[in-house]
C-alpha cells in the first residue's frame, strides 16, 4: 500500500538555518499559464492556479535535484507521478514511488532527487500563492541565496495549464489529474482508493494531501473544487 507522510513540525534545524539567510519576502506578480520554466535539473510548469494555491508539476532529470530550500510562508505538498524520487530535509530521506506523497509545513528544507533512470514526474501544491516565496540553503548548481529564475527561462507552451471550464484533465503517462467539482464522497466511488485527492477551493483544508481511502464524508461536506491524482486504467 502506498503512503502520504505529513512533516507538521519545524525542526531546530530548519529554524536555525532559515535565521542565519536573507529572506527578502519578495511578491511575485507574474502570470506562470502556459509558461514552461528551464531549470538547470529539468523544467517545470504551472498546472492550475486560483486565489488559494498554485499546482506545479516538475519533470527532474535522472540523479539531478532541487535546490535544498524552504518556503517561508507556504505550505508544500508533493507527489510523485511517475518513476521514483528522493525527497530530502534536514533530518532524513523519504523515497517515493508512484501516487506517494508528502505534505511539508511552511519553513521545512527540502531537496527532491530523481532516481530514475527515465527521471521523474512530481506534483506540488504550494499554499498560499506566491511563487517567490522561496529561499535556498544550498544547491549543485549555484543559485544558493539567489531569488527564483527570471524571464530568460521562460518557455510558451500551448495547453499547460488546466481550468475548471474547458481543459480540466491531465495524463503523465499511467496517471491521470482531474480538476473537479464534487458535493458529496460518494462522486467517488469508482476511483481506486489508492488515489490522492486534494481540496483546491479556499479552506483550511486547501492543499493538504489526502489518500482517498483515508477520506471521510466530513472533509466532503459541501461542494468543493478538488485535483484527483488516480492511475489511468487506460494505461495499466
Known sequence: MSFIKYINEVSLQDVNALANLNYQNLLCEIDFKDLLVKKPWGSEYLLFENEACAIWILNIKYMENTS?????????????????????????????????????????????????KNGSFILEIETPVNKFDLIRINDTYGRQGKEYENKKHYELHDNLTLNFKNKHTKTINKTKIELLTINSLSALKDYDKESILAIVSPSQKCGIIYKLHDIDEELISKELDIILISRDKGKE
Open 68 to 116: 535544498m530550500h524552504c518556503h517561508p510562508k507556504k505550505d508544500t505538498s508533493l507527489v510523485c507521478l511517475d518513476e521514483h524520487i528522493s525527497c530530502n530535509t534536514l533530518n532524513n530521506t523519504n523515497k517515493l514511488k508512484p501516487l506517494e506523497g508528502l505534505f511539508l509545513n511552511k519553513q521545512v528544507f527540502h531537496q527532491t532527487q530523481s532516481t530514475s
